[in-house]
Every structure is written in structure tokens, then in C-alpha cells.
């Protein structure tokens, strides 16, 4: 039993002299010391690139210029994105509520510099006409008919999409600061009109993929009717 007992003892010592020279060697691999050194990064990206993408998003420390400046670019692509509308959309991967409230201050404000003597409701009516029709559009889409979309990506569509309709509302302040606006009823409503279908299909271009094909109108056909109607408002008050 002795014997055994002894054999026992020195099997667990060879053991674990064994472990002790496996670790020594792992901890001797080149290899293995340069991948538990340096710093946590990206494996697919070089630490330059990673160095560089947390520069670009650490904002704490940045001048309060470059952040302004960056988000205009942001909001300016955005707008060229709702003028040149595609499915694959910035406006859907990057939203933000300047889109609508930019929007509509700039047509509520060209509208009250046309009408001068103005006790400044188109302003207030451009803004109620807007935000209800997007608080039915965005129940529609999220709740009825069930679109793959968030409330703010809907809101932050249809306020960028309403570019078209805010370049007719300049084009009827500069109309009536040239002087030139009496007697072209129809053309403004022809230049109206174009902006609302504009408005529309951009919008439409942009959601067409968060509906289904069977719910795809009934999900459209409130974003149609409400640029339809802000153009016609856009009309009234530039006469």
C-alpha cells in the first residue's frame, strides 16, 4: 500500500511538472506574447483607421464650429437626398428632427414675407397643417399597417421631403419681389402642383420598402394628400 501510495504521489508531481513547462513554453511564444500585448482594437480595421473613427466620433472635446459645421453638411445631404430621392436612403439610416423643424420654419417664414400686411397664421397654419398630418401619416404607418419604420424615421421623411415645396415657395417670393405675380394663377398652381408631386414621390421613394406590397397604398396614400394640401395652402397665401 506503501509503494502505491508513493507511485500516486510522484504520478501528481510529474503531472504538474509537466503543466509548469507547458506554461513556461506558451508564455515564451513569440506569438502568443504579441497578441496579449498593445491595445484592444478593431481586428479588421488597422489602429490608425480605429484611431481615426474614434476621432471622428468623440464630439466632448471638439470646438462647437466644427460640430455645427459637420451637422449642416449632415442636414445638407439629407436635403439632397429628399431632391434625388433613393430607396436606399441617408434620411432612413441617419434621422433627426432638423429636417422638419428647418422645413417648415422656412416655408412658414417665406409665406409671411409674401404676404406682408400678414398677421403672421400662415406661419402657425403651415405648422399645425404639417404636424397633424404626420402624427395621422406615422400612427398609419406604425400602427395600422404595420411599416417597418420608427415614428421619428417617418417624421424625419416627411419633413426633409418637403425640399420641393419649400423651392416653389421661394420661386413665389421671388415672383412677388419682382413683381411679377399678378395675372400667373396658373402658373403658380402648375409650379404647386409640381412641387407636391415631387414632395410625394420622394416620400414614396423613400418608404416604399418599410410596407408590405398589399398595404403599400393604403401606407402611401396619406403622404400624397398631405403635400397635396400644403401645396395648396403654399398657393393660397402667395396670390
Known amino acids: 500500500m506503501k509503494s502505491d501510495s508513493l507511485c500516486q504521489i510522484a504520478t501528481v508531481d510529474n503531472y504538474w511538472s509537466s503543466m509548469d513547462i507547458s506554461l513556461e513554453t506558451s508564455g515564451s511564444d513569440p506569438d502568443l506574447s504579441s497578441q496579449l500585448k498593445g491595445d484592444i482594437i478593431i481586428p479588421e480595421l488597422p489602429s490608425s483607421d480605429v484611431e481615426t473613427s474614434n476621432a471622428d466620433y468623440n464630439t466632448l472635446d471638439e470646438p462647437i464650429m466644427n460640430t455645427i459645421t459637420r451637422d449642416l453638411k449632415t442636414v445638407g445631404k439629407k436635403i439632397g437626398g429628399a431632391l434625388a430621392p433613393?430607396?436606399?436612403?441617408?434620411?432612413?439610416?441617419?434621422?433627426d428632427l432638423w429636417g422638419p423643424l428647418i422645413m417648415c420654419t422656412y416655408i412658414g417664414l417665406i409665406l409671411q414675407g409674401i404676404r406682408g400686411d400678414s398677421?403672421?397664421?400662415?406661419?402657425?397654419?403651415?405648422?399645425?397643417?404639417?404636424?397633424?398630418g404626420v402624427g395621422v401619416i406615422t400612427y398609419n404607418f406604425v400602427f395600422i399597417t404595420a411599416c417597418k419604420i420608427s415614428i421619428f424615421q417617418c417624421i424625419c421623411?416627411?419633413?426633409?421631403?418637403?425640399?420641393?415645396?419649400?423651392?416653389?415657395?421661394?420661386?413665389?417670393?421671388?415672383?412677388?419681389?419682382?413683381?411679377?405675380?399678378?395675372?400667373?394663377?396658373?402658373?403658380?398652381?402648375?409650379?404647386?402642383?409640381?412641387?407636391?408631386?415631387?414632395?410625394?414621390?420622394?416620400?414614396s421613394r423613400i418608404l416604399v420598402n418599410t410596407a408590405t406590397a398589399e398595404k403599400k397604398y393604403m401606407a402611401l396614400g396619406p403622404v400624397v394628400v398631405l403635400y397635396f394640401l400644403i401645396s395648396l395652402l403654399i398657393l393660397y397665401h402667395s396670390a
Not at 433613393?86 to 434621422?95: D, F
Open 157 to 203: 421623411v416627411l419633413g426633409y421631403c418637403l425640399g420641393p415645396l419649400a423651392i416653389a415657395a421661394t420661386i413665389f417670393e421671388s415672383m412677388h419681389l419682382l413683381d411679377v405675380s399678378s395675372g400667373t394663377w396658373f402658373l403658380r398652381f402648375i409650379i404647386s402642383a409640381c412641387g407636391a408631386a415631387w414632395s410625394a414621390f420622394a416620400a
Open 86 to 95: 433613393t430607396a436606399n436612403n441617408i434620411i432612413m439610416k441617419e434621422w
Open 119 to 132: 398677421d403672421g397664421s400662415q406661419f402657425t397654419q403651415i405648422f399645425i397643417l404639417f404636424w397633424v
